[in-house]
């Protein structure tokens, strides 16, 4: 330790010593060093005393410790004191109190395995890190990632991610998420899908290069070099793979507790899949291969799942089906290689035993013969120069070539896979850039290293030496930037150990010298490293105890190699003739596995003994000699070629470093041991970027840093202007050696421990103030306390003698008042009792006379009440018979009336029947009719009144012999009291004498009765009294049953408002939801077409087109619009075309299925043109034909028309009035039961209904053939005067419009003939139409005049026309029968239900009862609002339907008019003569509120009032929406003159101008903004003159009138309003990119309260950000652009609805950055960042209130970012305060929670850090919450918008066009 730091080690300072166990740890001196001393006195955290000795010879102090403030920082170079235990305890920290896996170490992160999953990786982790400057969040793989990304674009210089560590410790992992962070925010320039398929290449090489070994379940047995290729604009492009040292050993051999690599497990545990039974696989453990290591299954790892990801990942990346089942057989093949079993045959020689199934599966899955392969695994084949010999292996040797030939085959199936998986990954763009991710083996040291180890190691020296270069390189630029002097700084350099293993005569290189020579041995090799090395190179050892070992010192520690196997391996020797056995086969994957022809694998032609030999008499061809002398490189010299290849494409590009490290053995999950730790800190180079920068100047502040942060130690006058100046003054009047710091040009850089030093007098001078802020508060405390005592006191004092006084007075005047009471309360008791007797007495007397008079009275009432009884029963008598007698003869009269009448109907209806009678009928028919209407009508009125009197006798008897009754039987029972009174009256006399008699007795028992009653008042009296308590009781038990039902009920009425608001808000958030989905699939179908036209326009800009034929689209799609429109601009058409052709190479097949849905829909809508021309053609002729005939036809039609409507009419007047009578009385019976079925009630209606129904019957037959009698009458007259015109049939048919309705008319006179008269087939509806619209030349061949014919006809229409309405009655009686028998069943069903539920109801307790009624209340109203919502619904169709039917019917009427108009000619006009034209002079009108424009001035219009507006004149100095207007106008004036071509391209027009003007400049927001409005205000145009009531209740009569009138555009409304949603989004992500670098900055870094908050240390991140500063941005930049928004807004005249959801995204967008940052900054979360939170969240909401905007949501969307900064202010120590976290902190999930209480760092050293039982406590009590698990905010989220309908008060022809925007074309209308 340096000698300038002993003046820190005073008492109480706090150090490290070494520990055996922690290898660090902490303790504080007891007292001050001195110099000199030989000990320190240290106690330790435990409270034990000991004492340090120091090195005699060294004298070095223990390291001192960082203060409390600096530890868990995030960048290990921000601590004062760089040394190992302060690294160490700093990632300890962070790693288990925070759970916090990534630390800086300046250019390195430290990645360290937490063995549990972490939600830390997601997309919204992924967004939040994009863009951001690397030390301005949290450490974390995604920064290092955005990092390299960032600098990749601004530096254009190749990156490179270089991911090291031990096995276990996370390089897979690490090297994967950056893949993914590369492959989600830069995408692909193709739909390839290539950042897919980069991804997928994980599990494949995962599979088939990972294994599980004692350190990690999935470690990765090679190293991986991955380049991932971007485009000039930064896209992924494509990938490449390069690997190193696959680990063959592991193929054929597995330590304890270890497997094999993945894949082979996976197979096996999908044998039972049937595409896998060819393979003759089972379970792992019955193959040598996958059961050495006695551990099959990984824990959590399902490994059929795992193959079938492997699959998925070859089908993405293109390895079909068949070569994958061929790679499994290979896979499958090497197990059963495995199982093959070799014997001893003798002691040279071994045999397989025949028919072995392992090897027969071998051969049949690689398709070689059994023979050939079993013969070469047991020989070998030698060559000489002349001959070639056959010799028998021995089982051990044969053995070893068999492992070698399973590591061989596995090694080329490794080496195929990584071949096509880069030809997958590689594209046909041109690679720009690209970022290289090396996944590579970190220093590895085990008990027995061996070849493997070797090269890895010898792999890290190479990277630690790039690496040391690097950070030199970088501590240099550094010094070099801020023009400080530089020192030259030692630092490690292990080019000394790398010349060791590859220069020449190096280890490498003696390897393979050694394994060229014909006798080579591992022993030989180690005797010429030692002659070489050992005293020539101080890096190199031997063993003292072995001869077939080495020792080399690494850069990080000392590793011993074992030479045994070093040459085998690094020869890599397999046997040649099973090469070309496997070359020979028939399987085809296999043959590519070998195509590159294997050379002679043992490099040597020598014979290694004589034994078991067998010669051959075969010389050897030339060119087979030629190869046997070509040797293959040796594994070394191949892996030094390629490190070296790696070493310069590193070279190349700018490296960033990541360290993983492993925290324990055991895959502890947060489990920390500081040994392994500290191990792998010193391999991996963390230390020794600690040591090149503590050599220097490692803290570094700028100078406003040291400013904000030291500000308490300069007084007043020390504060200059400028910074740099004030800075430099503190600083030397603080430290004087002036080699402690240097001053930068922005910034100043500290030697070690100088921070401590200041952070020391920082600490010491606010305790200070702290103290003396305590005096005096103190003080002032204790006088308050004091000065409240005494006034106490006197207060007391005042109110004790007070009450002493006032208690004296109040006895005083009590006994004076009690002597007053009690005086007259015995006068009053005294005069009371006399008062009582007396009015006794009287009260006695009164009673006994009234009761005589009594007596008397009622005796002579009752005789004169008896006489006149008597007399009126029998006049009624009298009256009763002889009104029974009148009845019954009337009744009699009416029945036989009634049957006369009903045989003269009979015979009538007979005669009418008759065709003779008809005849007779023909002469003086009219007369008779009258005659006959006259008569029925006397009939109708003689039965109605006959009726009528009749209702009204039965309802008077009715009535009468009611009332009747009831006075007989009151004069029946009055009777019988008479005579019960007349027996009474002499009893009553007798008992008057008794009475007499008795009153006497009365008279004495007087005094008794009077002392009964004295004694019965005071018994009253006590049970009045009780009677009054209970009364009491039972009044407050009925209140408060009362209450208690009210609760209950407003309990009730409550939760139902609750629940109905819960179901509404329910609805609300659907609604929200759906809303947001749509807009959502908006949103990406823009992103879509946007990606469309870029690649459109960088394919035309990148290729040149071809010569030839060359196809052209005439029209494009119109945003979801069924119509089509021409291209209005010629370079989009061209665009388009060479777009076109160039796409087409792009992606062929999907060109031409479009082009053929194209074809097909142009052919389609061809088809439905012409059809509908056709329609309309023959509409026109129809409608031209039947206007002719409807002219000569209209007289009798319109007479038939309404005599047979006044028929109608009347029938359905009564049998509505019979219908309702009827359904009045069943339901006013229902409830009791008299209208069931069978009653005679119900039977009773049941024949008045039969009975009207017949006599209906008749009479409408009478009426409808007379007059169609007459009816045919008149057309016979009307024949005889014509005679060229048309039938009646020809009459009704011209009624009918198309072929339709002609068919249904066709139909429905079918049905009329179906009776037996009518048996001919019936005709087809194309005949019919032909013969009814024919004319009839051959009427008047039937007779002279034709009456004949006529009269024929309307027989034959009269009697069709019965018949067919006699069916149609009958059917309507019949459904009105069962509708009526329906409806009862219903009643009844209802009755009883309603019966059920009142006997369930009174079975219920009250409060039950209640709730049953009310639930089932609530039930019927539901059914009923629904059933009446579906009515409602289908109305409004049925009125949006005809409304739309009326807009066509009265635009035909129009044409229809117009064509009569022009076809009509004046009576005494002649047709030939012509027409002289006259000048008619033409009036001035009134302008409409249209304008006019030719259909060539379309493109100019759009040009000038679209595509070329500025939209700021037009907002300054015009009105609000003009552009809008004008177009609206313009579109009026189109639909004025019926032109739908002319609507429907300014329309597209006008849709496709606005999206390009947006895409042009949609960066812009006052652009997008005045789109934005216009669009809106457009919208607002056809909704408010569309026509719908809707809409139009808030237009004034003229607005009314400029309505639309020919096109309904609804459609095109929805297409507009999308539009506007594009538009909004765009608004929305514009505001985003110019709010998004003023969030973070105005928010959280600036100090808006200056002062409350200081600055710690930031590390070395600070210094390297990936941009430039450009410029601080604070709170009032972001309230000054708010309103810059806001007013533009304004100018622009967007709805106030819009512009508050406007400012609710914009204040979420606010919240949301803010609450992310400080969830992923360690750094912002302190006390004092939470105030300032606070304080600037309080000026967001003043702003809010200074526009009138708090009441709209904004306010709330800054709800979890408010409770985030209470949290950071909050108490955080008991568990009261913890319940009140969890009550406050209602707006975060439970993991923004606990990540903040995580995040908490104290500022100052009086805060204290947050204690992880305080931590836990919080999740336990959180842990019941139902949120999502996701940590930080979507900050895309955009809120559904709508469009309230806001109508314009501004009158269309008020509008006035400025000359400036050139539209001088258009006309007013």
């Known amino acids: 330790m340096n000698r300038e730091l002993e003046y820190m080690f005073v008492k109480r300072a706090r150090v490290w010593i070494p520990d055996a166990e922690e290898v660090w740890k902490s303790a504080e001196l007891n007292k001050d060093y001195k110099n000199g001393d030989a000990s320190l006195q240290l106690m330790l955290e435990d409270g034990t005393n000991i004492e340090h000795k120091l090195d005699p010879k060294t004298k070095n102090l223990p390291y001192l410790r960082n203060p409390d403030i600096l530890v868990g920082e995030n960048d290990l170079t921000a601590l004062s004191y760089l040394h190992e235990p302060a690294v160490l305890h700093n990632l300890k920290v962070r790693f288990m109190d925070s759970k916090l896996i990534y630390t800086y170490c300046g250019i390195v992160l430290v990645a360290i395995n937490p063995y549990e999953t972490l939600g830390i990786y997601g997309s919204d982790i992924i967004n939040a890190y994009s863009g951001q400057n690397m030390g301005d969040m949290d450490p974390h793989i995604f920064a290092v990632a ?61 599979a088939i290069g990972n294994a599980k070994t004692t350190r990690n379940d999935n470690s990765s047995r090679f190293g991986k070099y991955i380049e991932i290729g971007f485009d000039t604009r930064y896209r992924i492009i494509g990938a490449n793979m390069r690997t190193y040292l696959l680990e063959k050993s592991r193929v054929v051999f597995q330590a304890d507790e270890e497997r094999n690599y993945h894949i082979f497990y996976q197979l096996c545990a999908s044998s039972h899949l049937p595409e896998f039974k060819m393979l003759k696989l089972s379970s792992a453990n019955d193959f040598l291969y996958t059961r050495q290591g006695r551990s099959p299954v990984i824990d959590g ?46 002691s040279d020689s071994s045999i397989i035993p025949p028919n072995n199934g392992h090897l027969t599966a071998f051969c049949d899955l690689v398709g070689v013969t059994y023979q050939d392969m079993s013969q070469w695994l047991c020989h070998r084949k030698l060559k000489t120069a002349t001959e070639t010999y056959i010799k028998t292996l021995p089982r051990l040797q044969a053995t070893n070539a068999r492992d070698a030939l399973s590591k061989h085959i596995y090694a080329k199936l490794f080496n195929w896979i990584v071949e096509h998986v880069n030809k997958a990954l590689i594209t046909n763009f041109k690679q720009h850039s690209f970022i290289g991710v090396l996944d590579i083996y970190g220093f590895e040291t085990f008990e027995i290293n061996s070849f493997e180890q070797f090269c890895i190691n010898y792999a890290n020296e190479k990277l630690q ?22 020192t030259l700084i030692d630092f490690y350099d292990n080019q000394p150990c790398i010349n060791l293993i590859e220069a020449k005569m190096g280890i490498l290189d003696l390897l393979d010298e050694e394994c060229k020579m014909p006798k080579g041995s591992d022993d030989s090799w180690a005797q010429k490293l030692y002659n070489t090395h050992l005293k020539t190179c101080s890096l190199f050892e031997k063993p003292r105890m072995s001869n077939r070992a080495f020792i080399i010192q690494h850069f990080a520690d000392k590793v011993e190699y074992q030479c045994e196997g070093f040459l085998e391996k690094n020869k890599d020797t397999v046997n040649e003739e099973q090469i070309n056995v496997l070359k020979a086969s028939k399987f085809p994957l296999l043959v590519e596995l070998f195509h590159d022809g294997e050379k002679a694998i043992s490099p040597t032609g020598q014979v290694p003994g004589t034994g078991g030999r067998t010669r051959l008499s075969i010389k050897p061809e030339k060119g087979r000699e030629k190869s046997s002398k070509e040797h293959k490189k040796t594994v070394g010299c191949q892996f030094r070629n390629s490190l070296q290849m790696l070493m310069e494409t590193l070279n190349a590009t700018t490296p960033h470093y990541v360290r993983c490290i492993k925290p324990n053995d055991f895959k502890l999950a947060f489990s920390f041991d500081p040994k392994r730790a500290v191990q792998q800190l010193r391999a991996c180079g963390v230390l020794e970027t600690i040591r090149i920068s503590a050599a220097g100047f490692p803290s570094r502040w700028t100078y406003q840093e040291f400013f904000s942060r030291y500000r308490v130690l300069m007084k007043q006058k020390d504060v200059l202007p400028d910074r740099r100046l004030t800075c430099r003054n503190v600083l030397e009047h603080l430290v004087q050696d002036q080699d402690k710091y240097q001053f930068g040009k922005t910034k100043i850089f500290f030697r070690a421990g100088q921070v401590a030093y200041l952070e020391k007098l920082r600490a010491e001078k606010l305790r200070a103030a702290c103290i003396r802020i305590q005096k005096t508060i103190r003080c002032w405390l204790a006088r308050k306390k004091y000065l409240r005592k005494r006034s106490a006191a006197i207060t007391i004092q005042r109110f004790t003698r007070g009450h002493q006084a006032r208690r004296l007075a109040k006895f005083m005047r009590r006994t004076q008042a009690a002597t007053t009471i009690q005086k007259y309360q015995r006068m009053c008791v005294e005069k009371k009792r006399y008062r009582q007797k007396q009015a006794a007495a009287l009260v006695m007397q009164t009673i006994l006379r009234a009761y005589m008079a009594r007596q008397k009275y009622r005796a002579l009432l009752r005789e004169s009440k008896v006489v006149i009884i008597q007399k009126r029963v029998r006049g009624w008598l009298a009256r009763c018979w002889y009104k029974r007698c009148l009845v019954s003869l009337v009744y009699l009269q009416c029945c036989f009336r009634r049957m006369k009448a009903r045989r003269e109907l009979k015979k009538l209806k007979i005669e009418a029947r008759s065709v003779e009678h008809f005849k007779k009928l023909n002469k003086g028919m009219e007369n008779k009719i009258m005659q006959l209407q006259r008569k029925l009508d006397e009939q109708n009125k003689e039965n109605r009144l006959v009726n009528e009197r009749l209702a009204g006798l039965e309802n008077t008897y009715t009535t009468e012999s009611e009332r009747m009754r009831g006075e007989l039987s009151r004069l029946r029972g009055a009777e019988e009291d008479a005579k019960n009174k007349g027996h009474q009256v002499t009893s009553l006399l007798e008992e008057l004498e008794k009475l007499r008699k008795e009153l006497s007795s009365t008279q004495k028992e007087k005094k008794t009765i009077e002392d009964w009653a004295q004694n019965y008042r005071s018994e009253m009296e006590k049970m009045v009294s009780e009677l009054k308590d209970q009364n009491g009781s039972l009044k407050k038990e009925k209140d408060d049953l009362n209450r208690l039902i009210q609760e209950q009920s407003q309990q009730m009425t409550e939760k139902m408002a609750r629940a109905i608001l819960e179901e509404t808000q329910q609805l609300k958030t659907d609604l929200n939801e759906e809303r947001s989905r749509y807009q959502n699939l908006l949103t990406e179908h823009l992103r879509l077409e946007e990606k469309y036209d870029d690649l459109k326009e960088e394919m035309v800009s990148s290729n040149v087109p071809k010569a030839g034929h060359r196809r052209r689209d005439s029209t494009h799609s119109s945003n979801g619009s069924e119509y089509t429109y021409n291209s209005e601009y010629a370079e989009l058409e061209d665009g388009s075309r060479a777009a076109e052709d160039v796409t087409r190479g792009m992606d062929t097949s999907l060109t031409l299925k479009l082009q053929k849905r194209l074809t097909e829909l142009e052919q389609e809508k061809q088809s439905l043109r012409n059809e509908l021309e056709n329609k309309e053609d023959q509409f026109q002729r129809a409608r031209a034909r039947d206007d002719v005939e409807f002219k000569k036809a209209r007289g009798a039609e319109l007479e038939y028309e309404s005599l047979k409507r006044q028929e109608l009419e009347s029938e359905n007047k009564k049998l509505r009035h019979d219908l309702k009578e009827i359904r009045q009385s069943l339901v006013g019976n229902a409830a009791t039961g008299a209208g069931a079925p069978g009653s005679p ?37 009307h024949h005889k005067e014509t005679m ?47 013969r009814l619209r024919s004319a009839a030349p051959d009427f008047h061949k039937l007779n002279e005049d034709g009456e004949l014919w006529l009269v024929n006809q309307g027989l034959k229409e009269t009697i069709r026309l019965l018949e067919h309405q006699l069916q149609t009655q009958r059917r309507g009686y019949d459904s009105e029968v069962e509708s009526l028998r329906g409806e009862l069943q219903n009643v009844k069903e209802e009755n009883n239900r309603q019966q059920q539920l009142l006997a369930q109801n009174l079975q219920l307790p009250p409060e039950a009862r209640i709730e049953a009624s009310l639930q089932h209340e609530i039930t019927r109203l539901t059914n009923e609002n629904l059933d009446l919502m579906e009515q409602l619904e289908k109305q409004d169709r049925t009125i949006r339907k005809l409304k739309k039917q009326l807009k066509v019917y009265s635009k035909r009427i129009g044409e229809m008019g117009a064509g009569q108009t022009e076809g009509q000619t004046s009576p005494g006009q002649m047709v030939d003569e012509p027409i002289h034209p006259v000048n008619i002079p033409r009036r001035e009108k009134d302008f409409q509120g249209m304008l006019e424009y030719n259909k060539e001035d379309e493109l100019k219009l759009v040009k000038n009032l679209i595509l070329e507006l500025k939209p700021r004149g037009v907002a300054v100095n015009l009105i609000p929406g003009l552009p809008a207007y004008i177009l609206f106008m313009c579109l009026r004036h189109a639909d004025y003159v019926n032109d739908d071509q002319k609507v429907r391209t300014l329309l597209t027009s006008t849709i496709n101008s606005i999206k390009k003007i947006l895409k042009k400049r949609g960066d812009d927001f006052e ?6 409005s216009n669009t809106c205000r457009f919208l607002h145009c056809l909704k408010q003159y569309s026509g719908d009531e809707a809409f139009m209740k808030h237009n004034s009569p003229r607005q009314n009138e400029h309505c639309l009138s020919n096109f309904d555009l609804a459609e095109y409304r929805q297409v507009i309003s999308d539009l506007a949603i594009q538009i909004y989004q765009q608004l929305i992500k514009c505001m985003e990119n110019i709010l998004q670098p003023m969030i973070v900055s105005g928010m959280l870094e600036h100090e808006t309260i200056q002062g409350v908050s200081g600055v710690k240390p930031t590390g070395l991140r600070k210094r390297t950000s990936s941009i430039a500063d450009e410029g601080t941005y604070t709170l009032d930049s972001i309230l000054r ?11 622009h005249g967007t709805d106030p609805e819009l512009i508050k959801q406007v400012v609710k995204q914009q204040f979420y967008i606010i919240g949301a950055v803010t609450l992310n940052n400080l969830l992923l900054r360690k750094d912002m979360c302190s006390w004092s960042k939470g105030m300032q939170i606070r304080y600037n969240v309080s000026q967001l909401e003043e702003w809010l209130r200074d526009k009138g905007l708090m009441t709209f949501g904004a306010k709330e969307t800054l709800e979890p970012l ?14 009261e305060d913890a319940d009140a976290i969890c009550s406050m902190c209602l707006g975060l999930t439970t993991a923004q929670i606990v990540k903040v209480l995580n995040l908490y760092t104290p500022v100052n050293e009086f805060e204290e850090r947050v204690s992880v039982s305080f931590i836990r406590t919080i999740q336990t009590r959180l842990r019941d919450r139902c949120e999502s698990p996701q940590l930080l905010m979507d900050t895309k989220m955009i809120y559904p918008v709508t469009f309230p309908f806001s109508p314009s008060s501004l009158a269309l022809e008020t509008i006035q066009i400025p000359s400036s925007l050139n539209l001088a074309f258009l006309t007013r209308v």
């Open 146 to 206: 955005e990092e390299a990304y960032k600098q990749m674009a601004r530096d254009e210089r190749n990156q490179s991610i270089i991911v090291s560590g031990e096995s276990g410790a996370g390089k897979t992992v690490s090297a994967k998420y950056a893949m993914r962070y590369f492959a989600t925010v830069s995408g692909s320039t193709s739909e390839a899908n290539v950042e897919q398929k980069v991804l997928a290449s994980n599990p494949i090489m995962e």
């Open 1567 to 1572: 652009t997008v903004s005045f789109w934005l």
């Open 1762 to 1775: 408010i409770q985030a900064a209470q949290l950071l202010q909050v108490k955080k120590k008991t568990d």
């Open 1681 to 1691: 652009q708010l309103s810059a928004f806001h007013s533009t807004m304004c100018q």
């Open 465 to 486: 030496q790039q690496f040391n270069m690097h950070v030199f390189k970088l501590e240099q630029e550094e010094y070099m930037k801020e023009q400080i002097p530089w």
């Open 1284 to 1330: 060229t015109e048309p039938s009646v049939y020809v009459e009704d048919v011209s009624k009918l419009k198309d072929a339709g309705e002609l068919k249904q008319a066709y139909v429905g006179l079918k049905d009329t003939n179906r009776s037996p008269r009518f048996t001919r087939k019936p005709l087809e509806v194309s005949d019919l139409l032909s």
């Open 1241 to 1277: 009630a119900y039977k009773v209606v049941l024949e008045q209904l039969n009975a009207s129904c017949e006599e209906l019957e008749v009479r409408k037959e009478e009426v409808l053939i007379l007059r169609s009698q007459l009816v045919s009458q008149k057309e016979a007259m």
């Open 301 to 346: 790892v399902d490994d059929t799942k795992e193959l079938s990801s492997t699959r998925k990942a070859f089908t993405l990346l293109g390895i079909n089906e068949s070569n994958q089942m061929g790679l499994f057989q290979v896979l499958a093949a090497i197990l059963h290689l495995g199982n093959v079993e070799i014997k001893d045959r003798d």
